[in-house]
């Protein structure tokens, strides 16, 4: 053992938890194992360090969630950093938890709720929809801070609202679904109606197999186009893909039609409206909502 690495030990074992992670640190720009990053992050968030122990986590963040005592400690950094949210993300996503992560979360739900500036924090999420693009964003990102049932009360009236961007609204029911949400929710989709979906029953956007089939026929379509432009293509088949969620397969019944047309446009220029839902009314649609999104 390198005598760095025998002093880091030595620190940690006389929880000299400041002088441990300065030496692990060390010793994680040589060798970034997962050992060392368990190490390290111990060391930094009892030194108080938390976000850096938070961003150390993230390096290799499912190897935490492997045995209880590295589930506690993941839990006790995101509640540190304020993660909430994070916390009931992940937490739903391991099959038997510790006990003690349902009274760290509670805990610090408790305290969240006791803070001055908490009604307003939560105000301010409720009514988001009033805000700018950007200022939603914010707002949107600060709300996972909120205790889960403050959180879900305000989404649930977030989903329907129609001055919730749309990019806001996915993202929102997006977290629903990692959540693993045993509830029913209403959701305003790009059609601008409204339809009952259940949390825990929606698929991730990962595990829409079209959404692999159209990236793999963009490709082909693409050819020997320069990387740049295939980047571009790709960016936005990405994005569309985002706000079309969770009804990926209703709007796009043919990939290779939607393909063709987003890399080539309209074959034939009309000034008559598309017919609803076709593919030219989806991606004009999209396309104003991300030029909206850009500032195009």
Do not use: C
């Not at 360090?49 to 390096?59: L, P």
């Not at 610090?108 to 307003?120: I, S």
């Not at 936005?236 to 890399?263: K, N, S």
């Amino acid at each position: 053992m390198d005598r760095n690495l025998q002093l880091a030990n030595d620190a940690f074992k006389e929880q000299k938890w400041a002088q441990a992670a300065q030496l692990y640190e060390r010793e994680y720009q040589t060798d970034p194992s997962e050992k060392v990053n368990h190490l390290l992050v111990k060391s930094l968030y009892e030194a108080h360090q938390y976000q850096v122990a938070h961003m150390v986590m993230m390096d290799n963040l499912n190897s935490y969630l492997m045995d209880d005592q590295h589930v506690i400690l993941m839990v006790q950094i995101l509640l540190a950093n304020h993660q909430l949210l994070m916390a009931h993300v992940l937490t739903a996503t391991v099959e038997r938890l510790p006990q003690a992560i349902g009274q760290l979360i509670q805990q610090a739900e408790t305290d969240a709720r006791q803070k001055p500036d908490f009604n307003r924090e939560y105000q301010a999420f409720y009514q988001l929809s009033a805000l700018t693009l950007a200022q939603q964003q914010r707002v949107f990102e600060k709300g996972k801070q909120l205790p889960l049932n403050e959180w879900l009360t305000a989404t649930k009236a977030l989903l329907t609202d129609p001055f919730v961007k749309p990019i806001i609204r996915v993202s929102l029911l997006e977290l629903v679904q990692k959540l693993k949400v045993a509830e029913s929710f209403e959701f305003r989709w790009l059609d601008d109606k409204n339809y009952q979906i259940t949390g825990n029953r929606l698929k991730s956007l990962a595990e829409f197999e079209k959404v692999g089939i159209l990236e793999s026929m963009l490709q082909d379509l693409m050819g020997n186009k320069d990387p740049m432009t295939q980047q571009l293509y790709q960016n936005e088949l990405g994005l569309q893909m985002t706000l079309l969620y969770p009804f990926i397969d209703r709007a796009i019944p043919d990939p290779m039609t939607w393909v063709a047309r987003l890399v080539r446009g309209d074959e034939v220029q009309s000034a008559a409206l598309p017919a609803m839902y076709s593919v030219e009314w989806w991606q004009r649609k999209l396309s104003r909502i991300m030029s909206e999104m850009t500032g195009a």
